[in-house]
């Protein structure tokens, strides 16, 4: 069935989501215009944050505007989104320092121990070979 | 005796609330259920957070909350800018080194997300002694003025979060 929307809600979600459309359109653009990957990686790790959250929002207000309850599934969602964007962004970040970079090209970490992603031997975790624990004993150091 | 039913009452507490969330609508029933996963879910993992992080201002989290809000907007915002008007030979993309004070390991993730879900900055990589942070800015004519917006804006109010 068909729920009719009062004229400030229909103005309100029709805003949100003509924001949202434009975020989104310019986030995609920027993944075209820029120049190399690791430049192409901030435009939708942002553009499309507010492109989704802008959908999100109208999402709540119609639901507001037609049942007159408040829907909250969509904070979880904008939860979950803001959560995972950095985690793949850094993922993406991490294959161009291996395949685009080299540590020379890179700025000179502090106290000259280097960057994690280089340093295969070093202390980051789960690179370092830990060696296997003892039958029948529990190991504790990582 | 705490505790020993209730290890982690923050991880309880945000568990009833993501299960309302989930189930949309407040109902008695739902509330039983979001309870009960608040009390079992803490009790089973309890081995997988040997040493749990602690809060020191509950309330100042809330308010860095907003504040990652409002720069993520006019993260946005400037994003937008840049893609749209600026040619790409006017770009002045550049590797930030920021050393960190902050310490512990759920202090160094927050702000790692923070960088990059604001202006025109991504994290990429963490020194190998977890002393500071490599972030790539996509239009930095002055490298210092994002780092030391870094430090004081996120830096400084985490430090004062987590203990």
């Given at each position: 069935m068909t729920h009719d929307l009062p004229l400030w809600g229909e103005i309100t979600v029709t805003v949100f989501l003509i924001v949202a459309g434009l975020f989104a359109l310019v986030g995609s653009i920027g993944l075209v215009k820029l120049p190399d990957p690791i430049t192409r990686l901030h435009a939708p790790t942002k553009a499309t944050t507010l492109g989704v959250g802008g959908v999100l929002i109208a999402s709540m207000v119609y639901v507001f505007a037609t049942e007159g309850r408040v829907s909250m599934h969509e904070l979880l969602i904008t939860l979950f989104l803001l959560l995972t964007a950095p985690i793949s962004a850094l993922f993406i970040a991490k294959v161009h320092l291996h395949l685009r970079e080299t540590p020379d090209t890179l700025p000179e970490a502090p106290d000259s121990v280097g960057w994690a992603g280089y340093a295969a031997d070093g202390p980051a975790r789960g690179v370092r070979e830990v060696p296997p624990p003892e039958p029948g004993t529990t190991s504790t150091s990582i | 005796m705490l505790s020993r039913f209730l290890p982690h009452p923050l991880?309880?507490?945000?568990?009833?609330?993501?299960?309302?969330?989930?189930?949309?609508?407040?109902?008695?029933?739902?509330?039983?259920?979001?309870?009960?996963?608040?009390?079992?879910?803490?009790?089973?993992?309890?081995?997988?957070?040997?040493?749990?992080?602690?809060?020191?201002?509950?309330?100042?989290?809330?308010?860095?909350?907003?504040?990652?809000?409002?720069?993520?907007?006019?993260?946005?915002?400037?994003?937008?800018?840049?893609?749209?008007?600026?040619?790409?030979r006017d770009l002045r993309p550049a590797w930030i080194t920021v050393p960190l004070d902050v310490r512990s390991p759920e202090a160094i993730t927050m702000l790692a997300g923070t960088i990059t879900l604001t202006p025109g900055t991504v994290s990429c990589d963490l020194a190998a002694n977890?002393?500071?942070?490599?972030?790539?800015?996509?239009?930095?004519?002055?490298?210092?003025?994002?780092?030391?917006?870094?430090k004081q804006r996120y830096e400084r109010r985490l430090k004062e979060i987590f203990a």
């Open positions: - | 991880l309880s507490l945000t568990l009833v609330v993501a299960w309302m969330l989930l189930v949309n609508q407040i109902t008695v029933n739902s509330l039983v259920f979001a309870v009960i996963l608040g009390l079992v879910i803490p009790v089973i993992t309890r081995p997988y957070w040997p040493d749990m992080p602690r809060l020191r201002h509950p309330f100042r989290a809330i308010e860095y909350v907003f504040v990652v809000l409002y720069d993520i907007v006019k993260a946005n915002i400037e994003v937008a800018l840049i893609v749209l008007f600026k040619p790409n977890g002393h500071a942070v490599l972030i790539h800015a996509l239009h930095a004519p002055d490298p210092d003025v994002v780092r030391d917006t870094i």
